[in-house]
C-alpha cells in the first residue's frame, strides 16, 4: 500500500524531458550478431544436407536431397544470403518493438512500434516496476500502463525521480493481486468474459500483443487491473470500485 504521509514531489518545470531507451549502440550491435548468427545458421544447414545424405536412413531425407542436388557454391551462398537476411528481419523486429520512456515535469509518455501515449503529470501518482515491467498508476490505483523494458531499471528509476514523479521498486499493490479462473467470484459484470479472451489471446501472443492489450484496457474501464506471470492472468480491483 502507499504512504498517505509522504509528501507530494515537487516538479522542476524547467527540466528537460529525460528519454529512456536502449543505448544507440545497441541494435546495431545486435543487427551485426544475428546476421553473423543466421550466416553460419545457413552454412550449417548445407553441412547438414550433406551429413543426413550419407546416413543409411534419416530423418527429413527428401529436403536434404534437394539441398544437395543444388550446384555450388550457390546452394552455400543462398543459404549463407537467407540466414543474413533473417538475422536482419530479427534485429529491426527488436528494434522496432523496444520501449522508449519519456519523462517530462508535466507529461510522461510511452513509446513502442510507433505508437505513442502520453498522460499528463498530475494523472500519474505512482512509477514503479514489476520484474521487467514498468508500471504507472493513478491515484485510484487504477494501471494506466504496464509495459515490457530491457533497459536498466536504476535509470529509469533516475529518470521519474528526477522530474518529482514517486517511484517505487516494486507494485505497492502487488499483494492484492489473485489468480484467474473462469467464473471467479467478485469480478464487474463483463469482467470475466473479458478475462476468459483474454486468456486465448495470451496462448496464442505474448502480452505485448494487440488483442491482449486492448482487452486489458476494456477491464482496466470496468476497474480490473490484470497483470501476467508465465501466461497466468492474475487481477485487482482498483480503488474507485
Known sequence: MTDESTPEPSRNQSAEPTVVAEPPWTYPAAGVAFTVFGAGLGWGVRLLADWLVGLPWAPMRGPAELVDSLPEPWVTLGLVVLGA??????????????????????????????????????????????????????????????????????????????????????????????????????????ADALLKARAKALRHNNDSGGEARELRDELARLGVVVRDTDRKQYWRLSRDR
Open 85 to 190: 537476411l533473417a538475422g536482419i528481419a530479427l534485429a529491426v523486429y527488436a528494434y522496432h518493438d523496444s520501449l522508449t520512456v519519456t519523462v517530462a515535469a508535466d507529461r510522461v509518455a510511452l513509446n513502442r512500434r510507433g505508437t505513442s501515449r502520453e498522460w499528463p503529470a498530475e494523472r500519474v501518482d505512482i512509477a514503479c516496476r514489476d520484474g521487467k515491467q514498468l508500471v504507472l498508476l493513478d491515484d485510484d490505483a487504477v494501471e494506466l500502463a504496464r509495459e515490457k523494458y530491457d533497459f536498466r531499471t536504476e535509470d529509469l528509476a533516475a529518470a521519474f525521480r528526477a522530474h518529482g514523479y514517486r517511484w517505487t521498486d516494486e507494485d505497492p499493490y502487488r499483494e492484492e493481486f489473485r489468480r484467474w479462473v473462469p467464473d471467479a467470484p467478485g469480478l464487474p459484470e463483463g
